[in-house]
């Protein structure tokens, strides 16, 4: 199993341009979410996900487009991008998070400077 | 609402000293309680966690935590910290009612030689 990947590791992007993190897991989870990770604020949830075709808002939804059109995939679209976007974003999914023994896998993040 | 506080943003210990990292929950029922470690570059790593039972958890790496209802705390310990274990660490408490695990702001623990 490659576990949760992510692409791109690292991202530059002006002003207004939009991009898709991308996101995948090869392990069936059916839950799978974003996170965005800046200094002193930890990880806030953006948008998650309890199975395909299904998605919810986290704490800082906006600015963030997500669909969930398969299993194993879980996109994070930025439409016109801001400063205050840049930040490292974390993908992370588990089997069935309406069991809350169900551990979360994170990916490597992606680190993205917004210019 | 619920929410996670770790009071230390930095905490030094010399290398074989034992480590104690603080976390506060705020969570109405029973919560279901984690830690996570955060090498420099890397993803989040499960350290442990508790849902129920034995209010002492032991987890990977030599780590343990006590979940103390009364006192709304989930404490990271270690007896004899490595210089491998500097990192970022988190304190996070998931939510059953909305699917959510919500994370403190972390700790950043230093080992000194």
């Known amino acids: 199993n490659a576990g949760v990947t992510q692409t791109p590791k690292f991202q530059v992007l002006k002003t207004g341009q939009s991009m898709t993190l991308q996101c995948a897991q090869d392990?069936?989870?059916?839950?799978m979410s974003w996170y965005r990770q800046d200094p002193g604020m930890g990880l806030r949830l953006i948008h998650y996900?309890?199975?395909?075709?299904?998605?919810d808002q986290g704490e800082v939804p906006n600015g963030y487009n997500v669909s969930r059109s398969t299993t194993e995939d879980f996109p994070l679209r930025l439409l016109s991008a801001a400063p205050s976007q840049t930040s490292v974003y974390f993908c992370?999914?588990?089997?069935?998070?309406?069991?809350?023994?169900?551990?979360?896998?994170f990916g490597p993040g992606t680190r993205l400077l917004v210019l | 609402a619920q929410s996670v506080t770790q009071p230390d943003i930095h905490i030094t210990v010399s290398e074989g000293a034992s480590l104690e990292l603080r976390c506060n929950y705020s969570?109405?029922?029973?919560?279901?309680l984690f830690w996570y470690v955060q090498s420099p570059g890397q993803g989040l790593q499960l350290l442990l966690k508790?849902?129920?039972?034995?209010?002492l958890v032991q987890g990977i790496k030599g780590f343990e935590a006590e979940f103390k209802r009364s006192q709304s705390s989930f404490n990271l310990r270690k007896p004899s910290v490595h210089w491998s274990d500097a990192a970022e660490y988190f304190c996070?408490?998931?939510?059953?009612?909305?699917?959510?695990?919500?994370f403190g702001s972390g700790t950043r623990l230093l080992v000194r030689p």
């Open positions: 992370a999914s588990s089997y069935n998070f309406q069991a809350a023994q169900e551990t979360q896998y």
């Open positions: 392990m069936n989870h059916e839950y």
């Open positions: 996900s309890v199975g395909a075709g299904i998605t």
């Open positions: 969570y109405g029922a029973t919560p279901y």
């Open positions: 508790y849902f129920s039972g034995d209010t």
């Open positions: 996070a408490v998931f939510s059953d009612s909305s699917y959510k695990l919500i």
